[in-house]
Each structure stands twice: as C-alpha cells, then as structure tokens.
C-alpha cells in the first residue's frame, strides 16, 4: 500500500526521464526472491514481456510468472549476468533489486549505470539500498 497513490493527489508527471520511458528501455529484469513476491502482491503481472530472472538462495522458490526463471546459487548468478551483459539486444538490464541484490552485484563490478526512482514514503525498515 505504500505505493498506492495518495487520494485527491495528482498522478505525477513522468516526463522524459520518468518510469514509463525507463520500462520501454528493459527487456531483461533481475529480481531478488523478496522483491518478486512484493511484485506479485502489487496484482496481475505486468513484466511478461520482459524476460524475467529471480535470484534466490532456496531451489524450492515457487516461479508462477511468464517469461521467469529461478536462478538458485552464487555462481550460477555470477554466470548467467556476465552472459547476460555480453549479449546484445538493443535494451537494458534492470537490476530491480532488493537491496542484498544490488550490493551483490555491486560487489562483483555487474552495474554499468544506476537511475534511482524516488518513492516519497518512509519506509523505515527492510534492506538498505547501500549496504
């Protein structure tokens, strides 16, 4: 609910350099087992047509999404995203996160640039962006 939008406020201007324009830039997501199931609460899956990876630390992670596959373990992360970063398709990787994701891949030299979308809500809890 902390993304819902604030009743009698005015949907934002996304511009140029909003979300919308940034969607249509991915065609490639990464998403931790945590992030993907905040994802799914959000309601109908609208990423289909981006093909979807959730990084997880249990083999046993349920995946009922199109276009998703599970990748389960360090090295076939570290694998599969230098693969990934070696194909060319014309669009970006989004590293969607959480936050244990991020640092991952910022440990392993895997981020060539970061936009940061500001949610004005103070969370209060969960995983830093930077840890």
């Not at 609910?1 to 201007?13: K, Q």
């Not at 959000?42 to 981006?50: D, I, K, S, V």
């Not at 994701?101 to 970061?114: G, I, P, R, Y």
Request: contains cysteine; negative net charge; glycine residues 10%.
């Amino acid at each position: 609910e902390w993304l819902d939008p604030v009743p009698g406020e005015p949907e934002p201007d996304l511009g140029p350099l909003g979300f919308v324009p940034f969607l249509a830039s991915v065609d490639t997501m990464l998403m931790g087992r945590k992030g993907y199931l905040k994802e799914l609460s959000f309601g109908p899956w609208t990423h289909a047509e981006r093909k979807t990876y959730v990084f997880s630390r249990n083999k046993n992670t349920e995946i009922t999404t199109p276009n998703t596959e599970l990748v389960v373990g360090e090295e076939a992360a570290l694998e599969l995203v230098r693969r990934l970063r070696t194909e060319s398709t014309g669009k970006d990787i989004w590293l969607y996160g959480g936050g244990g994701l991020n640092a991952w891949c910022l440990e392993k030299d895997l981020v060539d640039e970061m936009l940061i979308f500001v949610a004005p809500v103070a969370l209060g809890r969960g995983i830093p962006l930077f840890d």
